[in-house]
């Protein structure tokens, strides 16, 4: 089992950052994914960003690329999501997950444990 907890959401301005992080406990793997999600009220969870664990090579979904930043703590067992220039459309709760299996990083029905989620809100 892997247990997740994200922290770090929020209120902020458009154009303002935020850092969400998300802590790992229990069984780990040397090859999977770590992911961030987000679901706004009416709509689907989408993927947003993903780090493979070993390789660090790093996955983000179009419209935040060069505004958000995805790393890991190997350490620390921590995956991180620096959200720079926020825009309103950013508004979701926010969930972290691992994919433990061989699927996509961007199908959300492919990873095996989620956080319990974290709101991030974005006023104009």
């Known amino acids: 089992q892997v247990q997740l907890v994200e922290s770090g959401g929020g209120l902020v301005q458009a154009g303002g950052s935020l850092r969400l992080s998300c802590a790992a406990s229990?069984?780990?793997?040397?090859?999977?994914?770590m992911g961030w999600f987000r679901q706004a009220p009416g709509k689907e969870r989408e993927f947003v960003a993903a780090?493979?664990?070993?390789?660090?090579?790093?996955y983000y979904r179009t419209s935040v690329k060069d505004r958000f930043t995805i790393s890991r703590e190997n350490a620390l067992k921590t995956v991180s999501l620096q959200m720079n220039s926020l825009k309103p459309e950013d508004t979701a709760v926010y969930y972290c997950?691992?994919?433990?299996?061989?699927?996509?990083?961007?199908?959300?029905?492919?990873?095996?444990?989620w956080g319990q989620g974290t709101q991030v809100t974005v006023s104009s």
């Open positions: 780090v493979q664990w070993s390789s660090r090579s790093t």
């Open positions: 229990g069984r780990t793997f040397s090859r999977y994914y």
């Open positions: 997950a691992a994919q433990v299996g061989s699927g996509s990083y961007l199908d959300h029905r492919d990873y095996d444990y």
